[in-house]
């Protein structure tokens, strides 16, 4: 009887801990559902939001084109029609002066003059552009939100399932930079030349700046340059180059690191750096990238990568990739330039002064041992030199997947 006892008496324990239990869990339950909806209200409205945004974005870009297109074309078409009615009105004296007849000298002389005067009449005034074609940077603005909302989804999606950068969970990426400084690379880490891991890199932005841009350069917003066979009326500048077909970015480096690419989009390009207190008057032999000790470039010639420094040349034996990332390290002072394609980097040089013997037999290696690092005394500057008629260059943004491996180190 008494074990009888005990056991209802356990069991009424039992139930009444499990009554207990039971309500709490109702009450989790309630409240997982009343978080989890919510949440789901708060994430349906700022993706509303997000929507409105864009929508918004896409109708300024599309307006900021359609004004740009306005505005220019109403010039370009006025110039168009008086060019058209220039040539019909000469047609129509040149055909008058030739139905005189010979012996009408009064006539020809009357015709002549009339013919003489349309042929002097003032010229159309040149075509202004002041933006220079500036709605066609919409592309790469919008590119560029585009590939920072799929940076930022990727990014916060890894984060929301635990995991780090370009998907690799916290463990591994902690497992991967430890076998990094213990000297053991990790099997996540890969090495050059097919991608290099850059450590502590700016994204460098790059502005061009029209106040260097050479006569013969047309640039397309801050972002394009193109070169051209007329030459276009910039205003006086003391830093604009006058022998060369080169232009500078705005943008100065000093200290850390930097990357940036740049598209080939056609001709014969150089990418390199100067220094900020180069003379840009001076002359084509000197003033040229790479033919003096106060820059450097990776040269496409329309056959071969070379590079030049000091007046010296190494060619690469690599294909073309229309990518270029240019990475600068003032602590290294070095610089390493990236042929980029489907977010592979391959190393195709970098300038470094040599410990070893290499030097005593390349001349090019021997001349950056010896004067390269000065270079770094100096702030410096991207710069981009149009060697052939209709050379094109676009400064790009980063892929976005070789910005997720630039800040893996």
Partial sequence: QAQKAKVFSDVENELEELAVTIAQSK???????????????????????????????QKEVVGFIEDGERSMLGEAEADLRWKEERRAKLAQCKQNLENVPSTDTIYFLQEFQA?????????????SFQNELNFTKCTQAVGAVKDALSAACKNQWNHLQGKGIDGLNFQEMEEGLAARASGKISSHFPLCPHVSFLPHTVAFIIDLDSDTADKFIQLFGTKGAKRVLCPIPYPESP???INCEQVLGVNLMNRGNYYWEVELIDGWVSIGVIAEDFDPQEAYNRGRLGRNEKSCCLQWNGQNYVAWFGGLESVIQQPFFQTIGVFLEYSEKALTFYGVKDSKMTCLQQLKVSPSAKGQFDPFQNKVNHQFASLFSCKLKPAFFLESVDA??????LKKDCVSVLKRR
């Fill in 392 to 397: 094109h260059l676009q400064i790009g943004p």
């Fill in 239 to 241: 830093t604009r180059f």
């Fill in 27 to 57: 009450k989790m339950v309630e409240l997982i559902k009343g978080a989890a909806m919510k949440e789901r209200e708060k994430v349906k409205k700022l993706f509303a939001e997000a929507s409105e945004a864009l929508a918004t974005f």
């Fill in 115 to 127: 013919l003489k005067a349309a042929m002097e009449e003032n010229l159309s005034p040149a075509l």
